[in-house]
């Protein structure tokens, strides 16, 4: 295991990739709401598909969304998963709080319980011990 | 919360946990990188992208990415997003399953937590 000392430049990648898929989930919800499309069956399923490839905003969102993975995995390269995971599950606070900003959802105090206990729960799965990964040949 | 977007979270993240069980079989196969400068992510990336499971893992990724939009479209985000992290639980039985990754107590606690952290949310 990396076992690095989480350094400021590690921080701030982590926050970052919080901060992007933020980003990211919320152009998507535009695009989406955009497109004008309540609902989605299996009769409009391929309609669906083609609205929202043609909309730049999810593709924007889309865009960010392959962005995070891609910083997530320069992070993990260096950074232990039980260290990294609960810095990176800030995104859990971070967009109910943009959802209220932007989207104009209003969250009632059980979902603010259930997101406390969700956020909870991923650092108690990251608190657990790693094991070294058999090599595989 | 309406069963069906429960159902759309549920199938799509259905999906990215295979994605990263494609992601972790492959991965394991490659030598831990040493990733410093631009060149070495580049081969690292390389290296990767030969992985037929590589591939399979980003199919699997673009289902669920669909299914995902399909959710969002018709959830609030502050709901769909924090059940996505059904994911945590999938991803730990999956590894039990196909990788041989332990379950232990704190993980099971976490999980649990998870899941009541979902109920809430669903019921809210």
Redesign the interface.
Known sequence: MKNNPLTWKLFFLIVSTDVLDSIS??F??KG??ATG????NLSN?LD??WH?ASSPM?WLG?LC?AFTFFIWI?VL??VDLSVALPLGST??IM??I???IF?K?S??P??W?????????????????Q?I??V?P | MPIKIGLLILFAETWNTAGQIFFKKSTNQLEVPTLRNAKSYLSFLAKALQLPGIWLGLASLTIGIILWLMALTQGELSAVYPIGSFQFILTLIAARIFLNEKIDGMKLAGTICVVLGIILIAKS
């Open positions: 989930q919320l998507m919800k989406l709401v499309i309540g609902s989605v399923a669906f598909i929202n999810v889309l969304y320069v390269c260096q995104s859990y967009i109910p943009i959802a209220i989207l959802e969250i009632s059980l979902r319980v259930g997101i406390f206990f969700i956020v909870a729960g991923i650092h108690f799965i990251s608190k657990s011990k094991q990964p058999p595989v």
